[in-house]
């Protein structure tokens, strides 16, 4: 599957701004698929994750309360929707997926399809 994220921007803070990535090919439903972030300087960094079927869902903490990851397995698509946006939030957002995952959470190296990146900025 090829991914391909978009939605990204210039938010203030306590913004919102949702994320949206597009997939390729007909065994999307057959991947867990997440959101990741990296910000300068820092390790990318697990956002929220999403079942095959899309009934299970995992969140960071910083990201719980205030995120919200869903699928629409017919469109192919998975989304990010983020509330209450803070400087820190400020980062490139990566929607990334794998057929093999057992969980909705983990690590960047357990994952082996990666969108390209948009970037998120929150100005204060």
């Known amino acids: 599957v090829q991914l391909q994220a978009y939605g990204g921007g210039l938010v203030q803070v306590g913004g919102s701004l949702g994320l949206s990535c597009a997939a390729s090919?007909?065994?999307?439903?057959?991947?867990?698929m997440a959101w990741f972030r990296q910000a300068p300087g820092k390790e990318r960094e697990f956002v929220a994750g999403?079942?095959?079927?899309?009934?299970?869902?995992d969140y960071a903490d910083s990201a719980k309360g205030r995120f919200t990851i869903y699928r629409d397995n017919a469109r192919n698509a998975v989304c990010l929707q983020m509330h209450n946006l803070r400087p820190e939030d400020t980062a490139v957002y990566y929607c990334?997926?794998?057929?093999?995952?057992?969980?909705?959470?983990?690590?960047?190296?357990?994952?082996?399809?990666w969108g390209q990146g948009t970037q998120v900025t929150v100005s204060s």
């Open positions: 990334a997926g794998d057929r093999f995952q057992r969980g909705t959470r983990g690590s960047s190296s357990e994952f082996t399809h």
């Open positions: 999403i079942s095959r079927g899309g009934g299970s869902t």
């Open positions: 090919g007909r065994t999307f439903r057959d991947y867990v």
